[in-house]
């Protein structure tokens, strides 16, 4: 291939002290480690409940994104917006979507995010600052732009992060979004999660380029590549993508490199991935990686990780529970809503 | 009131919204400096400047999916398309995004689109389409087609209201050819309610859009009375108007310039169908454009949109049936 890489490539997380230049205390450090297993423990028992019959239709995972998406999410600022996709379970956490509502929208039940409208990770809790996705990728990259274009109008200091995958940058919407926002220096951040297989498609028949990120610079702004299993490097370079979006400094693309670790939904078994490359990146796994880390460099001790791991694990049988028993959805309520009315506009947004 | 044309009171509608909600803008391809293709826009950028009416890269995909979020963030976007026949590089944002959110996540999208529609001046097959049936088929959509001034200011207005997206088919053979009193001050046309163009006794046309006038131009030359509903919007479409013209007349035409099979006049007749039969003295008739694409040359475009004399020869048949 003689393509040409030209988008940074972030260096690797380093030392506490470094850390704590960027703005993350001790209190933070674990805050990460904990999101980043709620991520992983909703999605594991997402496993159990498919496996019981408990969801129907099919069922979406990220494993293997943890980090990027724990480290993103913490990098945005409680008034900033997303569009998370169905690799990105960690923005939901971090954003603060209580694990039982999800537990609930995988069940189809009245009290999950879309109350049994839809499925699995289509779902956002807009009070958070999160746009729910649909299944057109990447239809939500669009619409952050346009958020960011609103935040400009207005002049917030707002800004909008907008995820998608190696496989939907082959979409026009891509390239459409990338260039408006480029062109008027939008406060948005584009997040490749970059897990190197759409569906059954490995890159090198997605894209002919070296990196994704490389396309930035066609567009007029940064691109920068990260290891997307680090959550510490990727948090660094979302908190710099987004303060300069915020100060007035346009758009950046973050492409995260990960392996996506499951198959393209639990119906796919992923046989076309050489089982090397799982056992290459299993040693790379993010939380692992992030815990060694933590036990290296944070002195997190034996029995703070078992209180973490402990009450991770309290909270999610609590949640599922809970979940368990949230009702059906009432079918007499199936026409509600198709259209919206004025009081619908009755939101801290629509001020 | 003022003599306004049709486009002059689109502009007149828009331009009030604007001073009026500051949350109201523009977003469309060459709608600033040049005022857009039609001039709906024009002097719009020098009053509200570059940041409320603004000019977007040739990218329908981002026009709508940025209004979409500019919407959710509290923004009352109002979109342009060139022309209505561009709408299709945007039908995925219309119809995944924008109309489900609110029922599956519960985010309102407040947009309204211009569209820019209709032929008659061989704009030719990319120029010249009424798409509103493919968009009254989704629901979440609103779709309005205004036939006269008045009402183009009037539901222009309301479609910046409406907190949902709203498709507003503007005619483009309207545009500069119909002119009347349009009042100064602001109102709405409430979405939904149809307008009875003409009264009469004898023989029903249900129509929108430019088919208003052409049914109306037909009406003067035959011998019986005829009366003209005019729906101003097809999604939500007014039923109990349709009805009660129907249950008067007993004859009813269903007239349309977007082509036949699966247009939105089948969804009307089948409703008279259901609802009206035994009040119907002969069988529901429709009109409607050939199912070809829209053609180019003069001669072949005549015979694609229904004429004056088509309206006038089915309403003949209708009246001594």
Known sequence: MGAVAIARVAEPSGSLQEVKEWGLDREDLLLIYRNMLITRGVEERGHILYRQGKIPGSFYTGRGN??????????MGADDVGTPLHRDMGVHITRGVEPWRIFAQYMGRADGPTQGRDGNVHMADARLGLIAMVSHLPALLPVAVGCALAFRIRDERRVAVAWFGEGASARGDTHEGMNFAGVRRLPVVFICDNNQWAYSTPTHLEY?????????QAYGFDGVVVDGTDVLAVYREAKRAIEKARDGGGPTLIECQTLRMEGHAVHDDAFYVPKELFERWAERDPLERYRTWLREHAEMTDEQEDEIAASVKKLLNDALQRAEESPQPDPSTLLEGVYATPEDLDTPHHK | MAELTYLQAISDGLRGEMRRDKRVFVIGEDVGVYGGAFKVTLGFQEEFGPWRVIDAPLSETA???????????????????????????????????????????????????????????????FHSQNPESSFAHIPGLKCVCPATPEDAKGLIVSAIEDPNPVLFFEHKHLYRRIKAEVPEERYTIPLG???????????????WGAMVHTAAEAAKQVDGSVEIVDLRTVLPWDEQAVLA??????????????????????????????????????????LAAPDTPV??????????IPQVDDVVRT???????
Not at chain 2, 79 to 107: I, N, P, Y
Not at chain 2, 269 to 281: K, R
Not at chain 2, 315 to 321: D, F, G, P, T, V
């Open chain 1, 208 to 216: 002919a380029v070296e990196h994704l990120a490389d396309r930035a």
């Open chain 2, 245 to 286: 013209s129907v249950r008067k007349t007993s004859k009813v035409l269903v007239l349309h310039e977007d082509t036949r099979t699966g247009g939105f006049g089948g969804e009307i007749a089948a409703t008279i169908a259901e609802e009206a039969f035994e009040d119907l003295d002969a069988p529901v008739r429709r």
């Open chain 1, 66 to 75: 943890e980090a990027a998406s724990v480290g993103i999410a913490m990098a």
């Open chain 2, 193 to 207: 309610k149809a307008r009875v163009h003409q009264e009469g006794e004898d023989v029903s046309v249900i129509t």
């Open chain 2, 315 to 321: 309403l003949k048949e209708l009246i001594s049936y």
């Open chain 2, 63 to 125: 026009i709508v999916g940025g209004a979409t979020g500019a919407a959710m963030m509290g923004l009352r976007p109002v979109a342009e398309m060139q022309f209505a026949d561009f709408v299709s590089c945007a039908w995925d944002h219309l119809v995944t995004v924008a109309a489900k959110q609110r029922w599956r996540a519960g985010t309102p999208v407040p947009i309204v689109l211009r569209l820019p529609s209709g032929g008659g001046f061989s704009g030719g097959p």
């Open chain 2, 295 to 304: 053609p180019f040359s003069p001669v072949l475009e005549k015979a694609y």
